[in-house]
C-alpha cells in the first residue's frame, strides 16, 4: 500500500523506459517489507537543474540515482560529493538529507570491479568517455590495471579522461593494440552495431568482454559466438546494488536478496 507516509526513491533518465532499477528495488522493498517506493523520472537534460531544485523540497523523497546521460551534470547541483564523485566528476547515486541538501556518490566503479574480478596487471580497452567510463576507469587504475586504454568518438572527450588518471597510466587506444587487450568494457549506448565496428575475433581467446548495457546488444552476441569471456550488462548493476541500497535506506541486504530481485531478469551470477 503506498499512501503518504511512503519513502519514494527514483532515478532520472533520458529516456527513462528501459531502466531496470524500478523493478529491482521494488521487489527488495516488498520482499522485506519496507513503506518505499521507487519510480522512474524522464528528465531531458536542460530541465535537469530545475529536477533537483525540486527535490530538495520533497520531503519524502529519500534519494535518486543518476543515469544516462545525466551522470556529470548532475554533479554541478549537489551540495556534498564522496570522494570518488569529487575526483572523477560523474555520480549515480544521490541521498536527500532531511534538510533537503543532496549528497552524491559514485558507486559504478564498485560495481565494474566487483564484476570483473582481479584487474592487475591488466591491459584495459574502455570504448567510451561518457559518465560511466570515468568512473570505470578510476575503478581499473586504483585496482592496479597496468595500463588503460580509452577509445571514443571524440578525440577530445578521450584526452579528458585521459588527463583525469594519473601520468602514464591511461591513452589513447589505436587499433593494433587490439590482440594485447586483456579486458575489453563497452560503456556506450549503443547496442544494434558492435561500437567502432572492432574485430573482436583478434582479441586473445582467454579476453574478458564487459558490456554495461543491460539489453541485448550486437557487442554481447559477437562475443558469446567467439566464446569470449563474457560479463553480460547486469552485472555492475548487481554487484552495486548492496551499496546503493545501504546508502539508500541505512539497511543492509543480503547476497539471497539481491539475487532474488535480478532474478525477474533472469540474471543469474
Same mark, same amino acid.
Given at each position: 500500500?503506498?499512501?503518504?507516509?511512503?519513502?519514494?526513491?527514483?532515478?532520472?533518465?533520458?529516456?527513462?523506459?528501459?531502466?531496470?532499477?524500478?523493478?529491482?528495488?521494488?521487489?527488495?522493498f516488498e520482499r522485506l517489507g519496507l513503506d518505499m517506493v521507487y519510480i522512474a523520472h524522464d528528465v531531458p537534460a536542460v530541465a535537469?537543474?530545475?529536477?533537483?531544485?525540486?527535490?530538495?523540497?520533497?520531503?519524502?523523497?529519500?534519494g535518486f540515482n543518476v543515469t544516462i546521460p545525466h551522470k556529470e551534470v548532475t554533479v554541478e547541483f549537489l551540495d556534498t560529493l564522496c570522494p570518488i564523485t569529487a575526483h572523477t566528476g560523474v555520480v549515480n547515486t544521490v541521498v536527500r538529507q532531511e534538510d533537503g541538501t543532496l549528497l552524491g556518490y559514485n558507486t559504478d566503479g564498485l560495481g565494474a570491479l566487483h564484476a570483473l574480478g582481479d584487474v592487475k596487471d591488466?591491459?584495459?580497452?574502455?570504448?567510451?568517455?561518457?559518465?560511466?567510463?570515468?568512473? @570505470? +576507469?578510476?575503478?581499473?587504475?586504483?585496482?592496479?590495471?597496468?595500463?588503460?586504454?580509452? !577509445?571514443?568518438? $571524440? #578525440? *577530445?572527450?578521450?584526452?579528458?579522461?585521459?588527463?583525469?588518471?594519473?601520468?602514464?597510466?591511461?591513452?589513447?587506444?589505436?587499433?593494433?593494440?587490439?590482440?594485447?587487450?586483456? @579486458? +575489453?568494457?563497452?560503456?556506450?549506448?549503443?547496442?544494434?552495431?558492435?561500437?567502432?565496428? !572492432?574485430?573482436? $575475433? #583478434? *582479441?586473445?581467446?582467454?579476453?574478458?568482454?564487459?558490456?554495461?548495457?543491460?539489453?541485448?546488444?550486437?557487442?554481447?552476441?559477437?562475443?558469446?559466438?567467439?566464446?569470449?569471456?563474457?560479463i553480460p550488462g547486469f552485472a555492475m548493476l548487481y554487484h552495486q546494488t548492496r551499496r546503493n541500497f545501504k546508502l539508500f535506506t541505512g539497511l543492509d541486504i543480503t547476497d539471497d536478496d539481491v539475487r532474488d530481485a535480478f532474478a525477474l531478469f533472469g540474471y543469474r551470477p
Open positions: 500500500m503506498i499512501s503518504g507516509h511512503t519513502k519514494v526513491f527514483t532515478i532520472i533518465a533520458h529516456p527513462a523506459a528501459h531502466v531496470a532499477a524500478p523493478a529491482i528495488y521494488n521487489r527488495l535537469v537543474g530545475r529536477t533537483l531544485q525540486a527535490y530538495r523540497a520533497w520531503e519524502n523523497l529519500g591488466a591491459h584495459c580497452l574502455v570504448i567510451g568517455a561518457g559518465g560511466a567510463s570515468r568512473a @570505470i +576507469v578510476d575503478a581499473l587504475i586504483h585496482g592496479g590495471a597496468a595500463q588503460v586504454y580509452i !577509445l571514443n568518438r $571524440s #578525440r *577530445l572527450r578521450a584526452e579528458q579522461l585521459i588527463e583525469q588518471a594519473p601520468v602514464g597510466r591511461a591513452a589513447l587506444f589505436t587499433d593494433e593494440l587490439l590482440p594485447e587487450m586483456d @579486458i +575489453v568494457i563497452q560503456t556506450t549506448p549503443v547496442s544494434q552495431s558492435i561500437p567502432f565496428d !572492432l574485430d573482436l $575475433s #583478434r *582479441l586473445k581467446k582467454d579476453a574478458c568482454v564487459f558490456e554495461i548495457v543491460m539489453r541485448d546488444t550486437a557487442f554481447a552476441r559477437e562475443a558469446s559466438m567467439l566464446k569470449l569471456k563474457l
